[in-house]
């Protein structure tokens, strides 16, 4: 069993890079930024406070890792929410447990998220730290909408990627940041190919080592 860690901050093209991945492996994918959208879903549904951290985890262990859809969960206003609660242990704690849970499928496994590399899978193969600045960032984020038919704000987003970093990386639990032997992957000047074949190259070294 072999698991990819992939982490990086919001818009930094994890994501895409992460599915790529595990697309090009035959591995399985989990996004797991899902599973606090998900929980936090839960919660604006049903009307109750962010601030509960006890009810905020019961919802956590209620969450099925197979039914996460991105598209019901892409809401700005669900992530906002995802990382209130994400600062909470008792939540992180029960998002993890699936989390590792996941993790040891065969014949492997990609994850990505925040603290994959450091606290969800510290023995992973591979760990790659994928960011790109704020304004990159905050430029794609920007042109998925307007590609999207919709109206943006470029002002108003790029406060918002500089805001929801301030809150992932100054939180005292399990904050964003490369795990020690993680490989920095920078997807400012890079499409998307470039950053899959720089991935893929690491990826390989790591594999054979292993057999
Ligand atoms: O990646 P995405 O924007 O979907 O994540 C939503 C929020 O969930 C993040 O801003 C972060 O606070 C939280 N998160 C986390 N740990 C992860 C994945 C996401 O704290 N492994």
């Known amino acids: 069993m072999i698991t990819i860690a992939i982490d990086g901050p919001a818009a930094s093209g994890k994501g895409t890079l992460s599915r790529r991945i595990a697309e090009e492996y035959g591995f399985h994918h989990l996004d797991t930024g899902l599973t606090y959208r998900a929980t936090a879903k839960a919660l604006l549904d049903a009307g109750l406070s962010l601030d509960d951290e006890a009810v905020a985890e019961t919802m956590a262990r209620e969450v099925e890792l197979g039914g996460l859809d991105r598209s019901v969960l892409s809401a700005h206003a669900i992530g906002e929410a995802a990382s209130k609660i994400a600062v909470m242990p008792a939540v992180r704690r029960a998002l993890v447990e699936a989390q ?3 993790s040891r499928k065969e014949p492997g496994t990609v994850l990505d998220g925040r603290d994959i590399g450091t606290v969800v899978c510290p023995d992973a193969a591979v760990k790659l730290y994928v960011t790109a600045s704020p304004e990159v960032r905050a430029k794609r984020r920007y042109d998925e909408i307007i590609a999207g038919g919709g109206t943006a ?3 108003a987003i790029f406060e918002d990627v500089k805001k929801r970093d301030e809150r992932d990386m100054g939180r005292a639990d399990s904050p964003l940041k490369p795990a020690e032997d993680a490989h920095l992957l920078d997807t400012s000047e890079m499409g998307i190919e ?3 074949q720089a991935a893929k ?3 390989d070294a790591a594999l054979k080592e292993k057999i």
């Open 153 to 155: 704000d470029y002002g």
């Open 194 to 196: 470039a950053a899959f």
């Open 100 to 102: 590792r849970g996941f």
């Open 201 to 203: 190259t690491l990826i």
